[in-house]
């Protein structure tokens, strides 16, 4: 199965088709979705993001001085690392996420600061924006900054969980209430390094594929003024401009593991023996990878249509709901089918198809729910028809 056919699409440059072939032959050197022992996640984590950095990779995640972040690219790269590795896939998005905040909106001070280590894989980022009680509804957060009584400081208090790459980042955008206008007008980002006092890790948080997530806690943390990213109030702006990039890579990742998934499918339903045939051989096997087939193609028409009209400088509210909304359901869909032809090894912990299994569960909620996909393109419609 050609995995790479789909570069021959008229969404992409010949600089996208050679990142994608070259990261693709990276992989396969470096990567091997499936065997790699991932149970010790932080080292696991630490060490993918050095190899990136090491590799090249990580500079497409974060804006240089000047320059647009190329959304195809990042997609593109999170496809492929999906395909391979899951936890990889993480490792890059997480460094892009992270500093995104800072890339779009930061000071040429911060900047300096983060980015190139960033870019290198010397240092660990994360995006701190949910709280046990604002998750999609952000204008629901409570965890506040205030300033300091000599002016030159803001003193965070409250709490954050499901951070990805909490326990482990070097520092974190945080996201926290400054009072400026009611709901989501009053907030603000920060820059909190690790270890900053006030700051600790209240929680590491285990969850059904291996990644690195933890709940923070903040209690009188004093940051510095030019920790601030944007202006005081932009908060809920710069969260949005970040996730707007790495949305549609969400739904490129979930692309990566639905066309492992049917690889995996493909492969099993050749080589399986079943009533003196194949299992290739009968027709519900070949409905089923039909349906397989079409839902990943529609995909990655949604997710590169999404990431090329960004590219073009266009708003794309509703086709990167749509993007996120379809692939990730779509994946579901797809990798479930991949484990019901493998039968009881498709539950076997170790299994590619398990590992995908339990990769693709959480896309379907992290960065705006499937639920609040289906919103967003709802309100578009009935505003813009």
Same mark, same amino acid.
């Given at each position: 199965? =050609?995995?790479?056919?789909? +570069?021959?699409?008229?969404?992409f440059e010949d600089k996208h088709r050679a990142l994608a072939s070259e990261l693709d032959g990276w992989c396969a050197r470096n990567l091997a979705h499936g065997s790699v022992d991932h149970e010790d996640v932080d080292t696991s984590?630490?060490?993918?993001?050095?190899?990136?950095?090491?590799?090249?990779?990580?500079?497409?995640?974060?804006?240089? *001085?000047?320059?647009?972040?190329?959304?195809?690219?990042?997609? /593109?790269?999170?496809?492929? +690392?999906?395909?391979?590795?899951?936890?990889?896939?993480?490792?890059?998005?997480?460094?892009?996420?992270?500093?995104?905040?800072?890339?779009?909106?930061?000071?040429?001070?911060? &900047?300096?600061?983060? /980015?190139?280590?960033?870019?290198?894989?010397?240092?660990?980022?994360?995006?701190?924006?949910?709280?046990?009680?604002?998750?999609?509804?952000?204008? %629901?957060?409570?965890?506040? %900054? &205030?300033?300091?009584? $000599?002016?030159?400081?803001?003193?965070?208090?409250?709490?954050?969980?499901?951070?990805?790459?909490?326990?482990?980042?070097?520092?974190?955008?945080?996201?926290?209430?400054? $009072?400026?206008?009611?709901?989501?007008?009053?907030?603000?980002?920060?820059?909190?390094?690790?270890?900053?006092?006030?700051?600790?890790?209240?929680?590491?948080?285990?969850?059904?594929?291996?990644?690195?997530?933890?709940?923070?806690?903040? !209690? $009188?943390?004093?940051?510095?003024?030019?920790?601030?990213?944007?202006?005081? #109030?932009?908060?809920?702006?710069?969260?949005?401009?970040?996730?707007?990039?790495?949305?549609?890579?969400?739904?490129?990742?979930?692309?990566?593991? %639905?066309?492992?998934?049917? *690889?995996?499918?493909?492969?099993?339903?050749?080589? &399986?023996?079943?009533?003196?045939?194949?299992?290739?051989?009968?027709?519900? !096997?070949?409905?089923?990878?039909?349906?397989?087939?079409?839902?990943?193609?529609?995909?990655?028409?949604?997710?590169?249509?999404?990431?090329?009209?960004?590219?073009?400088?266009?708003?794309?509210?509703? *086709?990167?709901?749509?993007?996120?909304?379809?692939? !990730?359901?779509?994946?579901?869909?797809?990798?479930?089918?991949?484990?019901?032809?493998?039968?009881?090894? #498709?539950?076997?912990? #170790?299994?590619?198809?398990?590992?995908?299994?339990?990769?693709?569960?959480?896309? &379907?909620?992290?960065?705006?729910?499937?639920?609040?996909?289906?919103?967003?393109?709802?309100?578009?419609?009935?505003? =813009?028809?």
């Amino acid at each position: 199965m =050609n995995h790479l056919k789909h +570069l021959d699409w008229p969404f992409f440059e010949d600089k996208h088709r050679a990142l994608a072939s070259e990261l693709d032959g990276w992989c396969a050197r470096n990567l091997a979705h499936g065997s790699v022992d991932h149970e010790d996640v932080d080292t696991s984590c630490k060490s993918l993001v050095k190899a990136l950095g090491a590799g090249g990779w990580l500079k497409h995640a974060v804006a240089g *001085e000047g320059e647009a972040i190329d959304t195809r690219a990042i997609c /593109l790269l999170r496809e492929t +690392l999906a395909r391979h590795d899951g936890l990889a896939d993480f490792a890059f998005a997480m460094q892009g996420l992270g500093s995104g905040a800072i890339s779009l909106m930061g000071t040429p001070a911060q &900047r300096e600061a983060y /980015l190139p280590r960033v870019s290198r894989g010397e240092a660990l980022a994360a995006f701190a924006l949910s709280e046990p009680e604002a998750g999609s509804d952000v204008a %629901a957060m409570q965890c506040a %900054a &205030r300033l300091d009584q $000599g002016g030159d400081h803001y003193v965070l208090d409250g709490e954050k969980t499901w951070i990805s790459n909490g326990g482990i980042a070097d520092f974190y955008v945080v996201f926290a209430r400054t $009072g400026e206008a009611p709901g989501s007008r009053g907030i603000s980002a920060f820059i909190v390094d690790a270890g900053t006092p006030g700051f600790e890790i209240a929680e590491r948080i285990d969850v059904i594929a291996p990644h690195p997530l933890a709940r923070l806690r903040f !209690t $009188g943390c004093r940051v510095p003024k030019t920790a601030m990213v944007g202006a005081p #109030g932009e908060g809920f702006k710069v969260a949005m401009r970040t996730l707007d990039v790495f949305r549609t890579s969400v739904a490129a990742a979930s692309l990566g593991f %639905a066309r492992r998934a049917l *690889e995996e499918g493909l492969n099993q339903a050749k080589e &399986r023996e079943m009533f003196g045939a194949t299992l290739a051989d009968l027709p519900l !096997t070949q409905a089923k990878l039909a349906d397989m087939a079409c839902t990943v193609d529609s995909s990655a028409l949604l997710v590169y249509r999404a990431a090329w009209e960004r590219d073009q400088g266009r708003t794309i509210t509703r *086709e990167a709901a749509m993007a996120k909304l379809m692939a !990730t359901e779509g994946a579901q869909r797809v990798i479930d089918a991949a484990v019901q032809l493998h039968g009881g090894r #498709g539950v076997r912990r #170790g299994e590619i198809v398990e590992s995908l299994y339990r990769e693709i569960r959480a896309l &379907r909620i992290y960065e705006g729910a499937s639920e609040v996909q289906q919103l967003i393109i709802g309100r578009d419609l009935l505003k =813009n028809g």
